[in-house]
């Protein structure tokens, strides 16, 4: 079991629900699924950029990462319908609270000058969406194989209905938010 499961169930749910005041211990927030996607806007023209950001993915996920292609075509981006742009993995269950766990106590601390994520990332609905720009930062990453770097975006998606539940299930779990 992931370490960070394994907390959740013995102590974060239950500190949560007296927190949050909830008597039920199915309403007490979780999280349901990890979204990492990464845009590539010349993915069709210069595969080797495509290939590196699956092989990055894959190696910092666990999981194959499975290659979007672009739904409509835009003159003015040069990009015509079925063109490859990026790639994406869906993280959930046991490798989802592995690779937050990896995100927050061994990526985070690596990003440079890094005082904290912002609290204004939440989108409405309990959601907590945040880009990182090198794969660098992850250790899985071999820095000699890469070229081209680009970013991803994380997206966090929890079960809480309120940004103010999801901020504190994140905080209960140790994720680094910005001082106010």
């Not at 500190?15 to 039920?24: D, H, P, W």
Request: charged letters at 30%.
């Amino acid at each position: 079991m992931a370490r960070l499961l394994d907390d959740y169930r013995s102590r974060i749910s239950k500190e949560l629900a007296g927190k949050l005041g909830k008597k039920n211990s199915m309403a007490v927030p979780r999280l349901l699924k990890i979204c990492i996607n990464s845009g590539i806007g010349k993915g069709n023209t210069e595969p080797k950029m495509l290939d590196e950001a699956v092989e990055n993915l894959a190696a910092i996920t666990g999981q194959k990462a499975v290659v979007t292609k672009a739904k409509k075509s835009v003159a003015n981006f040069n990009l015509r319908r079925g063109f490859r742009i990026g790639c994406r993995v869906t993280l959930r269950g046991k490798r989802m609270y592995e690779f937050f766990d990896r995100l927050v106590n061994v990526a985070m601390p690596r990003i440079r000058d890094f005082s904290g994520m912002p609290r204004t990332a939440f989108d409405g609905r309990g959601n907590y969406t945040m880009g990182l720009d090198d794969p660098l930062i992850f250790p899985e990453v071999n820095p000699d194989k890469v070229q081209f770097g680009k970013g991803m975006s994380v997206t966090i998606v929890t079960s809480a209905k309120k940004n103010a539940e999801a901020e504190a299930l994140l905080e209960a779990m140790g994720f680094p938010f910005k001082r106010d």
